[in-house]
């Protein structure tokens, strides 16, 4: 599960949730005057219709929505997705708090609170994925480490292919064994024949740039389709999360998933750079 996919909507529903349960250990049953003092004191949990029927299901329904939004892949409950089955459930469970609400003669604080925090609960699960506003990331995704472009090597020096070794306890600029004193790097020596300096090379046209690669964050989420062509989506890219573009196909990009799966990310309109 990977929470950086939760978005503001998300967060709304989380909160209107907390809310909703909390309401469950109120009152249901206001008093007015000296009713007050006789009125007996009881919560949802006492009417199990209430609790279980009205505040659980809202309560239910938000968990659905929030892991069906964590998990990587879309997962199906008897063949419902999560997803829509929660919007289902805090839709209910705001339409029966409200019945519930209209038949009690006195409400309480729990039955008040309950019927305001399942209409936000409502209202967050469905206007989420219509309002571009609730669609941002919830959490800032980190900053990631530059990756180093493909090919590169690392810098000479001990221990790497290609590094000169010197003897142990030798000095730089000291003549090494078989060295005359005082020759340099590079000079000819007695008894060596002297080299001629190859004729310079016409200069040859600089090769096109290569792809570097480098992280991306989407705005909102987007499919990513297979790199065959078939138009398949394979996975979705999720705002909040770090994504690594490893090609470019004119203005698509190839991207890898935190999983490994690789495709083409074909809407690259407001990417985020890291």
Do not use: H
């Not at 203005?251 to 890898?256: K, S």
């Amino acid at each position: 599960m990977n929470i950086r996919s939760l978005t503001r909507g998300d967060g709304v529903v989380i909160g209107a949730a907390v809310l909703l349960f909390v309401a469950s250990f109120l009152d249901v049953i206001g008093c007015s005057g000296s009713f007050c003092d006789s009125a007996p004191s009881s919560n949802s949990w006492d009417l199990l219709g209430l609790a279980l029927g009205t505040f659980m299901t809202g309560v239910i329904g938000a968990a659905l929505i929030v892991v069906a939004r964590a998990l990587p892949q879309p997962r199906k409950v008897a063949g419902l997705e999560l997803g829509p089955l929660g919007v289902a459930l805090t839709i209910a469970a705001a339409w029966s708090s409200l019945w519930w609400i209209i038949d009690a003669e006195n409400a309480g604080a729990g039955l008040i609170l309950g019927l305001i925090a399942s209409l936000i609960l409502a209202g967050g699960a469905i206007a989420t994925p219509l309002v571009p506003a609730l669609k941002g990331a919830l959490l800032p995704a980190p900053r990631p480490v530059a990756p180093s472009p493909y090919g590169a090597q690392p810098p000479a020096g001990y221990g790497y292919p290609g590094a000169q070794q010197q003897p142990y306890g030798a000095q730089p600029g000291q003549p090494q064994p078989g060295q005359p004193y005082g020759a340099q790097p590079g000079q000819p020596q007695p008894g060596q024949p002297q080299q001629t300096q190859a004729p310079q090379a016409q200069a040859q046209p600089q090769p096109a740039a290569e792809f570097s690669p480098f992280w991306f964050a989407v705005p909102v989420p987007r499919p990513l389709f297979a790199e065959d062509g078939s138009g398949t989506p394979i996975a979705e890219l999720a705002p909040g999360t770090w994504y690594l573009a490893v090609d470019q196909r004119g203005p698509a990009l190839v991207a890898q998933t935190q999983d490994g799966r690789r495709g083409v990310l074909q809407d690259t309109s407001g990417i985020q750079r890291g």
